[in-house]
T-cell receptor, first 120, second 112 residues
Framework: DAGVTQSPTHLIKTRGQHVTLRCSPISGHKSVSWYQQVLGQGPQFIFQYYEKEERGRGNFPDRFSARQFPNYSSELNVNALLLGDSALYLC???????????????????FGAGTRLSVL | RKEVEQDPGPFNVPEGATVAFNCTYS??????FFWYRQDCRKEPKLLMSVYSSGNEDGRFTAQLNRASQYISLLIRDSKLSDSATYLCVVTHMEGGSYIPTFGRGTSLIVHP
């Protein structure tokens, strides 16, 4: 079975440009979350989408946006790139809302391999 | 104060050793807890969920102490392959949404 897939795997951009990252969840999973991970730190939560609606937002500027499509795949968009946006961007999928109490097993997140973004 | 704190290590232990990691969290309303493992330049992978009653999976034992607001991970009989970064994740509710927060990770190096 296919896991979470992300594209592209690597990306190089310059300051001021915008970028779109893509994620396909595990088949049957309805929730997608996005994280930013810089070297030496844990992943930082950006967004969670469930059933095509935003259900959680981390402490990131409005330059970051996302959406989820009817097939549950998702895009993360970042505008006006800054040098500090260079990081590994991880997508995670879960059957239900990640962190929900109703069923821990259904809310476990499975991560894709990530997109490594370099901003020059 | 960070919401989720972990000792970054590294913890450098010989094969066969027992090692324990702690992770403290600041939000008393936190609802779900997990340990993930991350190998160098790879994605995080779930190691185990953490339940209130504590749980064990082979050589790994996870415990939750809500009163003191920490979770722990115990690894017995360490293997070379256990070398990785161990991330704790704590989720709380905020404005009707679940917000997962990762710690920065604890690095474990198991040597022969």
């Amino acid at each position: 079975d296919a896991g979470v897939t992300q594209s592209p795997t690597h990306l190089i951009k310059t300051r001021g440009q915008h970028v779109t990252l893509r994620c396909s969840p595990i088949s049957g999973h309805k929730s997608v979350s996005w994280y930013q991970q810089v070297l030496g730190q844990g992943p930082q939560f950006i967004f969670q989408y469930y059933e095509k609606e935003e259900r959680g937002r981390g402490n990131f500027p409005d330059r970051f946006s996302a959406r989820q499509f009817p097939n549950y795949s998702s895009e993360l968009n970042v505008n006006a790139l800054l040098l500090g946006d260079s990081a590994l961007y991880l997508c995670a999928s879960s059957f239900g809302l990640a962190g929900g109490r109703t069923s821990v097993a259904k809310n476990i997140q499975y991560f894709g391999a990530g997109t490594r973004l370099s901003v020059l | 104060r960070k919401e989720v704190e972990q000792d970054p290590g590294p913890f450098n232990v010989p094969e066969g050793a027992t090692v324990a990691f702690n992770c403290t969290y600041s939000n008393s309303a936190s609802q779900s807890f997990f340990w993930y493992r991350q190998d160098c330049r790879k994605e995080p992978k779930l190691l185990m969920s953490v339940y209130s009653s504590g749980n064990e999976d082979g050589r790994f034992t996870a415990q939750l102490n809500r009163a003191s607001q920490y979770i722990s991970l115990l690894i017995r009989d360490s293997k070379l392959s256990d070398s990785a970064t161990y991330l704790c994740v704590v989720t709380h509710m905020e404005g009707g949404s679940y917000i997962p927060t990762f710690g920065r990770g604890t690095s474990l190096i198991v040597h022969p």
